[in-house]
């Protein structure tokens, strides 16, 4: 009988304690808040340029298209260096050798195909023009690929990632108004890190004749844009 009234007595004891109290917005460990997304980016001109050079090579004898392969890219590598491009800036990206044959039915083999590709990185865009003829006079026959790019974001970066952050809170304090309240202090601030990679938006002259004599730079390397996107949450006031 005893176990039974000290139930009750417990029961009655919660039951005191108004209902909406327990629930009332003002008791709550966590804040009120408001969370916002911010995102900004920032336009400049690159100061570095990735060009990937390739040298393809066919002979009916695979030792032959080799010797010439290699000797192409011995030139192309040599005119780097001639350049003062950094050695590290050299790289053998790239070395397919393999059989060549007909679209026949019955295909036959017509030789063998040797190919390189080398990537190099030019921190002087004014070398650019120079490189890319003297390449096709080294025996370079195929560009897989140009990127325009800034050698050192860091600065550009935090820029935009300041204007992200101004961005949030310029919408969080419109939105808040929406709602009759007031922004305060930050309770949590991100940073979405997939945003920081530099988006190339240029445009490529590959025009060449030979021989060459230039009247005017060919480069055109557009704009690189550089994005920073962060996640901030206020507390309502």
């Not at 009750?8 to 709550?28: E, G, M, S, Y």
């Not at 030792?63 to 005119?79: E, F, G, T, Y």
């Not at 001639?82 to 044959?101: C, F, H, R, W």
């Amino acid at each position: 009988m005893k176990s039974k009234l000290a139930r009750a007595a417990v029961i009655v004891a919660f039951c005191t304690t108004p209902i909406p109290a327990l629930f009332a917005q003002d008791n709550c460990t966590h804040p009120r808040i408001i969370s916002v997304t911010g995102n900004a980016e920032i336009k400049v001109a690159p100061d570095a340029v990735s060009l990937m050079l390739g040298v393809d090579s066919h002979d009916k004898d695979l030792a032959v298209a080799k010797v010439d392969n290699d000797k192409r890219i011995k030139k192309l590598v040599n005119l780097a260096h001639s350049a003062v491009v950094d050695p590290k800036n050299i790289q053998t990206s790239a070395l397919t050798m393999g059989p060549e044959y007909s679209d026949e039915k019955i295909p036959k083999l017509l030789g063998y195909q040797v190919s390189q590709t080398v990537t190099m990185t030019l921190t002087d865009l004014s070398k650019y023009d120079d490189v890319m003829t003297n390449s096709l006079r080294a025996g370079v026959n195929r560009v897989a690929g140009i990127n325009f790019f800034v050698a050192d974001p860091k600065k550009y970066k935090e820029e935009a990632r300041l204007k992200a952050v101004q961005a949030a809170r310029e919408k969080a304090v419109a939105m808040a108004g929406q709602l009759g309240q007031t922004v305060g202090k930050p309770w949590e601030v991100t940073e979405e890190p997939d945003i920081d990679a530099q988006e190339v938006s240029a445009n490529f002259n590959m025009r060449y004749k030979m021989p060459m004599q230039q009247e005017q730079s060919t480069v055109a390397g557009g704009e690189v844009t550089i994005r920073a996107l962060v996640r901030v949450s206020f507390q309502l006031e």
